[in-house]
């Protein structure tokens, strides 16, 4: 029940094309789903969050979409570009506490 | 200001031997995260300090791995008598209290020949 599950498990997108990461979970008591960002390289990063208060945040060409009845989460990347080439991990918690259950990664690649 | 340091970057050791790896967080951060990530996976987390709080070692894989956190900054993760599927890279965050957003280190490649 704490597993976050996430696909698909890499993904090759043309320039300008739509990138599309999704996650489900099981727990309902989780509500604040962070992505991160990770470079070759380099620790991951926070891109962007939600709460299940909301359907949907956008931030810039990255925008998150939340359904809670389904009990998933997914991050699209719009006009993707190649310095958007990078592995994206979904995560869950509870408010108040200190774990994060991550998914298990979506190594994107986008094509110049 | 400076993100969270991790030392060395990369570490090439020999079966059986131990390692040390280092994480300087963010000062000021009271939490502070140890996960391993092995090539291809997602992050496995290891254990976890808060302050001056018992730390929640649930995630270590067994009683070779250990870790401590002097002072409520510096953390050091110790693998003794490494073995191969020890390879990995070991990464480290660090969180502010009441906040939400772990900050990662650019962590530590393990190679255990």
């Known amino acids: 029940q704490q597993q976050v599950k996430q696909s698909p498990q890499s993904l090759i997108v043309q320039k300008g094309g739509i990138s599309i990461i999704n996650c489900a979970y099981e727990n309902t008591a989780f509500d604040y789903f962070p992505w991160y960002q990770q470079f070759p390289g380099k620790g991951p990063a926070l891109l962007i969050a939600i709460r299940p208060d909301v359907s949907e945040k956008k931030e810039g060409r990255f925008t998150i979409s939340f359904n809670k009845s389904a009990k998933q989460f997914s991050l699209h990347i719009m006009d993707s570009q190649p310095g958007d080439s990078a592995t994206y991990f979904c995560a869950a918690s509870i408010s108040g506490t200190y774990k994060y259950i991550f998914g298990t990664g979506t190594r994107l690649k986008v094509l110049a | 200001g400076a993100g969270v340091s991790q030392s060395p970057s990369n570490k090439v050791t020999e079966k059986g031997k131990d390692v040390e790896l280092r994480c300087d967080p963010i000062?000021?951060?009271?939490?502070l995260y140890w996960y391993r990530q092995s090539l291809g996976q997602g992050l496995e987390f290891l254990i976890y300090f808060q302050g001056n709080s018992a730390p929640d070692k649930s995630g270590l894989p067994s009683d070779r791995f250990s870790a401590e956190r002097t002072g409520g900054s510096v953390s050091t993760l110790t693998i003794q008598r490494t073995q191969q599927e020890d390879s990995a890279v070991y990464l480290c965050?660090?969180?502010?209290?009441?906040?939400?957003?772990?900050?990662f280190g650019p962590g530590t490649r393990l190679l255990v020949l």
């Open positions: 965050a660090s969180k502010s209290r009441g906040g939400e957003t772990q900050y």
């Open positions: 000062s000021g951060h009271t939490a």
